[in-house]
């Protein structure tokens, strides 16, 4: 069994930052790339960014230069810092871990950005 527990989504002001996190525990090895994605209220879920386990990483064009992913692979943590929010960052932001072939999904975590 394979646990995926994410925080820091929350609501912040335009131009404000948020950091989240998700932390994979259990039965989960050679995690091969972690992500995040997101899914706003009648659209469909789109990568946010990627990170493999060398390090690679791939951001949507909507986020480049404002967000930025890094992992800590002791602790089976990545992260995801949102930088210079808009609203249209709003959505529910989840955790995809990649293990032997298997996506691992978390639950989601809300993000709000006010204008």
């Known amino acids: 069994q394979v646990q995926l527990v994410e925080s820091g989504g929350g609501l912040v002001q335009a131009g404000g930052s948020l950091r989240l996190s998700c932390a994979a525990s259990g039965s989960i090895f050679s995690i091969n790339a972690m992500g995040w994605y997101r899914q706003a209220p009648g659209k469909q879920r789109e990568l946010v960014a990627s990170i493999t386990i060398g390090i690679s990483t791939n951001y949507a064009d909507s986020v480049k230069g404002r967000f930025t992913i890094s992992r800590d692979n002791a602790k089976n943590t990545v992260f995801l810092q949102m930088n210079s929010l808009k609203p249209e960052d709003t959505a529910v932001y989840y955790c995809?871990?990649?293990?032997?072939?298997?996506?691992?999904w978390g639950e989601g975590t809300l993000v709000t950005v006010s204008s």
């Open positions: 995809l871990v990649k293990s032997r072939g298997i996506n691992y």
